[in-house]
């Protein structure tokens, strides 16, 4: 309904633009994203098309065309056509895989378009013009040092990962190097896929499993909530700290509102596709130069900045 | 081999049956003595509720999906519709509960129910009118179910209302007597089932048609029917175990229930029921389904498994499983 509407709203802006400017004119910045499968996906496709329709409104010389694909492949074929079919002045993309998107994306540069790379970074990074991610190891030390800072320096913690990939590790490993020196002992990690069930699961087995726990971490939010529905059904009091990441507002809300067990968070924010459109769009309606990589930080999320984190409408 | 199962069964009655039937209850013992052994943990009344508890969901679709393939089919599509259920009943009721309160919690199970039957129908009718192949048919289905629950969703999460969210908990979380409610369903969804699949002609001649078709079309049996009805049954399941689910993370998400089809005829086979039909056994699949869910739960009780082979050593669990119960039943 929503996304019907953005288009809707997209195709007027633009039909209301080509009135003023002619079409020749306009700069076509395409936008190819993952389709929303799970909710960090779900939060890309909400601000990616935010960003196209505000954009579309401030800057009538510009038009944002946004594409989701649900495979590496169907994404690789849907920039194709995109090339294909329309002049593109930019290409936003954020990869469903760094091997499979890397040549097709060089074509698209050989052709003259502006590359933005959004999160995970291709094979070849001489391809793009501007580099936007998030800090996955920020997102693990920065959670590992709030809990060694909480918990004096010691304690007990079982961790919860995702699915096997580049950026599970690293977050594991930021984690792994935050507790590095104080007497914070793993007791276990394990896989359960960002997936709230099998998280739900995991916590109800690592609490059969060990009578003392200090603190849980979970490195994604919706594994945080089955966390949560776990320790609540077990009744046990001793947990003082469940956390997780990305940055879900259900999650941002509990911070917002001084939750005990859950006051922080760190974000790994799907609006990184949002900064990444609206600096392509500065780049041909500001002439402002933005060749270059930008790292966005994973500071703590508290009571006091969770504003700043909070999408109410955005399904993540 | 086929027309055995169809075939009068009281000659064979007695005690191979008897004894086919216990594979996968021995399965289940010889598991619960090892996982006593590893961790002594593993048999604590907190531990065997838990993971009882959320065997339910499995069990209860794989009571229906029991009746398909014991019938000659396949659902591969009961993961989705769980979803897709799931999105529509949690919808349902926050669009009522603002005027009707929680009344709200039983008219969107009677939603779900209606769903699910009618998810089931779809299936039936597409493999038995449409003469397509199960397995194509519900992989169909299976892509439409959750597409449907994930553009229901955003691609993010519909959560159940705040003011029905603690009227509904007890439903997963709440015990009559100590034993949990979801236990007590999958308990009741068996016996009713193990009634029809047992004792009704309908139970006989589901077996029949699975077991051979033509003769079960010879003898005057409705295939289309029959088969058509244990997709309808199927869907019913599903749907109970979508309102057993519900309560227990009050949300539906693009990847509830992912999977969940291989659990579920992973159970039924190592319940005792044939994959290409003609034998089922509605015992022997909640057995399955409980014996899945102690293996996930060993392989997080025990620590000689690197978190890294998890899915290799359950693998290997369940084909051992499987030829405790082959050899029990020679």
Redesign the interface.
Same mark, same amino acid.
Not at chain 2, 153 to 157: A, K, P, R, V
Not at chain 2, 253 to 256: D, L, Q, R, S, W
């Given at each position: 309904m929503?996304?019907n509407a953005l288009i809707a709203a997209g195709v007027t802006a633009s039909l209301l633009a080509a009135g003023t400017a002619s079409a020749a004119e306009k700069k076509i910045i395409a936008v190819s994203i993952p389709?929303?499968?799970?909710?960090w996906?779900?939060?890309v496709? *909400?601000h990616a098309n935010a960003a196209a329709k505000e954009i579309a409104k401030a800057f009538p010389g510009l038009e944002v065309i946004v594409k989701t694909s649900p495979s590496a492949s169907a994404q690789v074929s849907a920039i194709e056509d995109l090339s294909a079919t329309r002049k593109m002045d930019a290409l936003v993309i954020l990869p469903h895989s760094s091997e499979e998107l890397t040549t097709p994306v060089k074509t698209i540069k050989e052709k003259g378009a502006f590359i933005t790379v959004v999160d995970r970074g291709l094979n070849d990074p001489t391809i793009q013009d501007l580099y936007v991610a998030g800090d996955n190891i920020a997102v693990g030390f920065n959670t590992a040092k709030f809990l060694v800072e909480q918990l004096g320096g010691k304690g007990n913690l079982v961790v919860l990962?995702g699915i096997?990939t580049v950026i599970d590790d690293e977050r594991i490993k930021g984690f792994q190097d935050g507790i590095k020196g104080s007497d914070l002992k793993v007791l276990?990690?394990? *896989?359960a896929n960002?997936?709230?069930?099998e998280a739900?699961?995991?916590m109800?087995?690592?609490l059969?499993?060990y009578p003392q726990i200090d603190a849980v971490w979970a490195n994604d939010d919706?594994m945080l909530?089955?966390v949560l529905?776990a320790i609540k059904?077990?009744g046990r009091k001793e947990i003082k700290f469940a956390l997780g990441g990305n940055g879900m507002k259900?999650i941002i809300e509990k911070v917002k509102a001084g939750d005990a067990m859950t006051p922080v968070e760190t974000p790994y924010p799907p609006s990184m596709i949002k900064t990444a459109i609206y600096l392509t769009a500065a780049h041909f309606a500001g002439h402002a130069p933005v060749r270059g990589s930008l790292k966005l930080d994973a500071p703590l999320i508290t009571k006091e900045n969770a504003e700043e984190y909070y999408f109410p409408d955005?399904?993540? | 081999m086929a027309d055995v199962a169809a075939a009068p069964p009281r000659a064979s009655q007695g005690w191979s049956i008897g004894w086919g039937d216990a594979g996968p209850f021995l399965a289940l013992i010889a598991l619960v003595a090892i996982g006593f052994l590893i961790?002594p943990?593993f048999l604590?009344a907190?531990?065997i509720a838990?993971?009882v508890t959320?065997s339910a969901f499995i069990a209860i679709i794989a009571i229906g999906a029991t009746f398909v393939i014991s019938s000659g089919g396949l659902d591969l599509s009961v993961g989705s519709m769980a979803a897709f259920i799931t999105g529509v009943m949690i919808l349902f009721m926050n669009w009522v509960a603002p005027n009707v309160g929680t009344a709200a919690i039983p008219l969107g199970m009677a939603v779900a129910l209606v769903t699910g039957i009618a998810c089931g129908l779809l299936n039936g009718t597409i493999v038995t009118l449409g003469r397509i192949e199960p397995f194509i048919a519900t992989l169909g289905t299976m892509g439409i179910f959750r597409a449907l629950i994930?553009y229901m969703?955003?691609?993010?999460?519909v959560?159940i209302d705040r003011s029905l969210r603690d009227a509904y908990r007890p439903v997963y979380?709440g015990d009559v007597l100590g034993v949990p409610i979801p236990i007590l369903v999958s308990l009741a969804v068996a016996l009713v089932a193990a009634y029809v699949l047992y004792r009704t002609r309908f139970g006989r001649r589901c077996v029949a048609v699975g077991a051979n078709e033509d003769v079960a079309r010879y003898s005057g049996i409705s295939v289309t029917r029959v088969r058509t009805m244990a997709y309808v049954i199927q869907g019913a399941c599903v749907a109970i175990a979508a309102i057993c689910y519900v309560p227990?993370?009050g949300?539906a998400?693009?990847?509830?229930g992912?999977l969940w089809e291989l659990q579920v005829i992973t159970a039924v086979v190592i319940g005792g029921t044939a994959l290409r039909g003609g034998r089922g056994r509605v015992w022997g699949t909640v057995a399955g389904a409980v014996i899945l869910e102690f293996i996930?739960?060993l392989?997080?009780?025990s620590d000689f498994v690197s978190?890294?082979l998890?899915a290799a050593v359950q693998g290997v669990i369940i084909i051992i499983a499987m030829l405790i119960q082959r050899m029990s039943k020679r």
């Open positions: 929503l996304r389709a929303a499968d799970h909710g996906t779900a939060g496709v *909400y990962r096997p276990d990690i394990q *896989y960002w997936n709230s069930d739900f699961k995991l109800q087995d690592y059969a499993k919706d909530l089955g529905e059904q077990s259900e955005s399904p993540f | 961790n943990d604590s907190n531990n838990n993971v959320r994930t969703t955003d691609g993010g999460t959560a979380f227990r993370l949300a998400t693009p990847t509830t992912l996930a739960n392989m997080v009780l978190e890294y998890v």
